[in-house]
T-cell receptor, first 113, second 113 residues
Framework: GQNIDQPTEMTATEGAIVQINCTYQ??????LFWYQQHAGEAPTFLSY????GLEEKGRFSSFLSRSKGYSYLLLKELQMKDSASYLC??????????????FGKGTHLIIQP | DTAVSQTPKYLVTQMGNDKSIKCEQN?????MYWYKQDSKKFLKIMFS???????INETVPNRFSPKSPDKAHLNLHINSLELGDSAVYFC????????????FGSGTRLTVV
């Protein structure tokens, strides 16, 4: 089976930097995704890592270490609109191609002025 | 143009009824999915489907059945609805092995009374 852990809730200050960690255990790893979800809305895609290292995309960066089963999402220059849940999700290869994502329970990020 | 659209947005129905949720994607993606998000906001895959195979999460009751008339549509049919089926159901699509993420529909909030 798969197991994905991330903190339940984090608080940060507007303008600061926050790092949201995610650890996972899976077989047939084939990529790790980060999603943002505002209350009452659909999850929206933020980043994808399949090889070790850092992927940067504007204010958001994501890091992956496959040997450690570890990823983090780094958010810089925090804005009030970044208050949302951040979901870590893993894709595992089953051989068929129609593989969905297994999600962690999400980290609720609260941004304070 | 909406990339992944699902209808209805809200559905209130009585226990024991049969209902369907429709989903359509205009992204040309190969694979479509259904996810369930419960009251604790945990997002869990129910089905994934491309033109080659249907993968069913073993925890999904057989009262739930996906129906795909063509590559752009994956509808969800639910028989004999129960109180515990109340949740938000998200449709999603992706390219097979795509790195661009999975695109989610806006969700259907199902309430069984």
């Amino acid at each position: 089976g798969q197991n994905i852990d991330q903190p339940t809730e984090m608080t940060a200050t507007e303008g600061a930097i926050v790092q949201i960690n995610c650890t996972y255990q899976t077989s047939g790893f084939n990529g790790l995704f980060w999603y943002q979800q505002h209350a009452g809305e659909a999850p929206t895609f933020l980043s994808y890592n399949v090889l070790d290292g850092l992927e940067e995309k504007g204010r958001f960066s994501s890091f992956l270490s496959r040997s450690k089963g570890y990823s983090y999402l780094l958010l810089k220059e925090l804005q009030m609109k970044d208050s949302a849940s951040y979901l870590c999700a893993v894709r595992s290869y089953s051989g068929g191609g129609a593989d969905g994502l297994t999600f962690g329970k999400g980290t609720h990020l609260i941004i304070q002025p | 143009d909406t990339a992944v659209s699902q209808t209805p947005k809200y559905l209130v129905t009585q226990m024991g009824n049969d209902k369907s949720i429709k989903c359509e994607q205009n992204l040309g993606h190969d694979t479509m999915y259904w996810y369930k998000q419960d009251s604790k906001k945990f997002l869990k895959i129910m089905f994934s489907y491309n033109n080659k195979e249907l993968i069913i999460n073993e925890t999904v009751p057989n009262r739930f059945s996906p129906k795909s008339p063509d590559k752009a549509h994956l509808n969800l049919h639910i028989n004999s609805l129960e109180l515990g089926d109340s949740a938000v159901y998200f449709c999603a699509s992706s390219q097979e092995w795509g790195r661009d993420g999975y695109t989610f529909g806006s969700g259907t909030r199902l309430t069984v009374v």
